[in-house]
């Protein structure tokens, strides 16, 4: 079956743009994650959403970065007033519940602030 | 607070010997899970395994096996007869909830 896809692959912007990165979980899947990595890292954990209710957003490095996630399905990251240092791969995952399921995670999103 | 440690940045090794990858972890909760996924070159994650804290049972799949110790708090990873095709970066993982925290990862290549 489709797994979790992410578009796009890959977006350059200038610093101070506004960039949208999208997520398409596994269809059922109703926990959806946002994770980041950056060069020589793991990821790691910016949000997790069960259903259209961002449950912790504890991982958001400022409130430049937002998700949203209206219908309980497609999810989408806001990062407002990008700097060099949001450049990383942004990662999502969707698992079946929470808790103890394992994650699928997406092809990601390079991002590149010039 | 919860940590995940893999040593080993990289390892390079020759097609068909054997190699470990190490995963030393750390916390306080007594339910939680660990995970093995494989970032290859493509950069998709893809699961390996979940193994939660209550089973120790090693497991074997294929070349592929891991050695869960809660002694001594390791969960390591270990690749028979490796391949060429296994060269990627392997991440260890934990979650006590739904946050993964994952390590640093180790760069394996396989070399023909």
């Known amino acids: 079956g489709a797994g979790v896809s992410q578009t796009p692959s890959n977006k350059v912007t200038e610093k101070g743009k506004y960039v949208e990165l999208r997520c398409d979980p596994i269809?059922?899947?109703?926990?959806l994650y946002w994770y980041r990595q950056s060069l020589g890292q793991g990821p790691e954990f910016l949000i997790y959403?069960?259903?259209?209710?961002?449950?912790?957003d504890s991982g958001l490095p400022n409130d430049r970065f937002f998700a949203v996630r209206p219908e309980g399905s497609v999810s989408t990251l806001k990062i407002q007033r990008t700097e060099r240092g949001d450049s990383a791969v942004y990662l999502c995952a969707s698992s079946l519940s929470q808790g103890d399921d394992e994650q699928y995670f997406g092809p990601g999103t390079r991002l590149t602030v010039t | 607070a919860q940590k995940v440690t893999q040593a080993q940045t990289e390892i390079s090794v020759v097609e068909k010997e054997d190699v470990t990858l190490d995963c030393v972890y750390e916390t306080r909760d007594t339910t939680y899970y660990l995970f093995w996924y494989k970032q290859p070159p493509s950069g998709e994650l893809v699961f390996l395994i979940r193994r939660n804290s209550f089973d120790e049972q090693n497991e074997i799949s294929g070349r592929y096996s891991w050695n869960f110790q809660k002694s001594t708090s390791s969960f390591n990873f270990t690749i028979t007869a490796s391949q060429v095709v296994d060269s990627a970066v392997y991440f260890c993982?934990?979650?006590?909830?739904?946050?993964?925290?994952f390590g640093t990862g180790t760069r394996l290549k396989v070399l023909a």
């Open positions: 959403f069960q259903g259209t209710g961002a449950a912790d």
């Open positions: 269809s059922g899947h109703t926990a």
């Open positions: 993982a934990l979650t006590g909830t739904y946050k993964y925290i």
